[in-house]
T-cell receptor, first 113, second 110 residues
């Protein structure tokens, strides 16, 4: 069974731009969660989608948004990029919502210049 | 949120058992112990979890003390590919999000 895939793997943007990241979950998994990981803050939860609906949300500004499609694939968008948005963005899928056993993708490394 | 204490780093010889300790003295009765690891430049990987009984899967064994205040993750025959940061976390079922502490940086030496 194929794992979680994320595209692109690396991305360089400048301040003020917007970016869209994509995640394809493991086949059959209906929940997709997004996390931001930085050396200083560690792993921080952004939001979780299940059946095309946002079920949980972390403490991030409205510039961070997401959506999920009927095939469970998910996208995350960050508008008006700031230097502090530079991070590894991780997507994790699971069978059910609020599952503690999550399967992570390799991440998208975003650098904001 | 992280209610666990782990050593910052550990070393282990290839082929030996790697024993990673974790203290969670304030764990409550409905909280599980979960272990994840993150190999450099990859996403975190689920390893194992348990409530109060010892658990074993194809990757590792988890030993939880009787009072549940500490646990040990055992990698029975460590390989170089097991070099990673290992995170011990305590969660109730359906906790909504994972919160990692600093973890233990395990280095497997040839």
């Amino acid at each position: 069974k194929a794992g979680v895939t994320q595209t692109p793997r690396y991305l360089i943007k400048t301040r003020g731009q917007q970016v869209t990241l994509s995640c394809s979950p493991i086949s059959g998994h209906r929940s997709v969660s997004w996390y931001q990981q930085t050396p200083g803050q560690g792993l921080q939860f952004l939001f979780e989608y299940f059946s095309e609906t946002q079920r949980n949300k972390g403490n991030f500004p409205g510039r961070f948004s997401g959506r999920q499609f009927s095939n469970s694939r998910s996208e995350m968008n960050v508008s008006t990029l700031e230097l502090g948005d530079s991070a590894l963005y991780l997507c994790a899928s699971s069978l059910l919502v609020n599952a503690n056993e999550q399967f992570f993708g390799p991440g998208t490394r975003l650098t904001v210049l | 949120d992280a209610k666990t204490t782990q050593p910052t780093s550990m070393d282990c010889a290839e082929g030996r058992a790697a024993n990673l300790p974790c203290n969670h003295s304030t764990i409550s009765g409905n909280e599980y112990v979960y272990w994840y690891r993150q190999i450099h430049s990859q996403g975190p990987q689920y390893i194992i979890h348990g409530l109060k009984n010892n658990e074993t899967n194809e990757m590792a064994s988890l030993i939880i003390t009787e009072d549940r205040k500490s646990s040990t993750l055992i990698l029975p025959h460590a390989t170089l590919r097991d070099t990673a940061v290992y995170y011990c976390i305590v969660l109730i079922q359906g906790a909504q999000k994972l919160v990692f502490g600093q973890g233990t940086r395990l280095t497997i030496n040839p």
